[in-house]
């Protein structure tokens, strides 16, 4: 589930985690996604998923979707940067 700038997920265990999104983007294809980190948590790891108009998440699941959802990220975390120094 989306909200404006959280969603919801169910860990292994089964329990609901709030993450805070970092940010969404639309690849050229058109499939939405969205980046995240647990919320309040500042250790750097990062999640990625596909997402669809009703705000579902969808695993991401192949090795080139990833290598393309990363390279987004590393763009972001590198403008970050940038905009801070």
């Known amino acids: ?14 329990n609901e985690v709030k993450m805070t999104i970092l ?3 639309d690849a ?7 980046v995240f980190q647990r919320a309040g948590a500042d250790d750097g790891e990062v999640f990625a998923s ?6 579902q998440l969808i695993p991401i699941e192949s090795e080139e979707e990833w290598d393309m ?3 987004v990220i590393n763009t972001f975390v590198e403008d970050e940067e940038n905009a801070e120094a």
């Open 69 to 71: 959802v990363e390279e």
């Open 23 to 25: 940010f969404t983007f």
């Open 50 to 55: 596909r997402y669809d108009d009703q705000g």
């Open 28 to 34: 050229p294809d058109g499939t939405q996604y969205v």
């Open 1 to 14: 589930m989306l909200d404006s700038n959280s969603l919801y997920v169910t860990d292994e265990n089964g």
